[in-house]
């Protein structure tokens, strides 16, 4: 069974500092990117954060650019974002996807969604 379990979400102060892990499992990881989603009330959902397979390459959105670092244990089956500088427009509901490659190209999965609330 496929599964992608997200934590680490909750009510932090404008300024703090919120770090995300979402554990893989039932998949082969290392074979699929995998990146950070989020949805803001009343918004589309909007990419965050990415990061290969194959080289650990990342990318980032430009409203996270700079206060933001994703990254992936491939031994634990984890990846993190880690989100510093947190702004209130940093509300959202924010979910994690794998994207399968080589082999498992057009796979795709998704985590539940965590809901981080950033005050002001």
């Known amino acids: 069974e496929v599964q992608l379990v997200v934590s680490g979400g909750g009510l932090v102060q404008a300024g703090g500092s919120l770090r995300r892990t979402c554990a893989a499992s039932?998949?082969?990881?290392?074979?699929?990117?995998m990146s950070w989603y989020r949805q803001a009330p009343g918004k589309e959902r909007e990419l965050v954060a990415a990061?290969?397979?194959?080289?650990?390459?990342?990318n980032y959105a430009d409203s996270v650019k700079g206060r933001s670092t994703i990254s992936r244990d491939n031994g634990k089956n984890t990846v993190y974002l880690q989100v510093n500088s947190l702004k209130p427009e940093d509300t959202a509901v924010y979910y994690c996807?794998?994207?399968?490659?080589?082999?498992?190209?057009?796979?795709?999965?998704w985590g539940q969604g965590t809901q981080v609330t950033v005050s002001s």
């Open positions: 996807r794998a994207w399968g490659t080589g082999l498992y190209f057009g796979n795709v999965y």
């Open positions: 039932g998949f082969t990881f290392s074979s699929y990117d």
């Open positions: 990061i290969a397979s194959a080289t650990g390459s990342t």
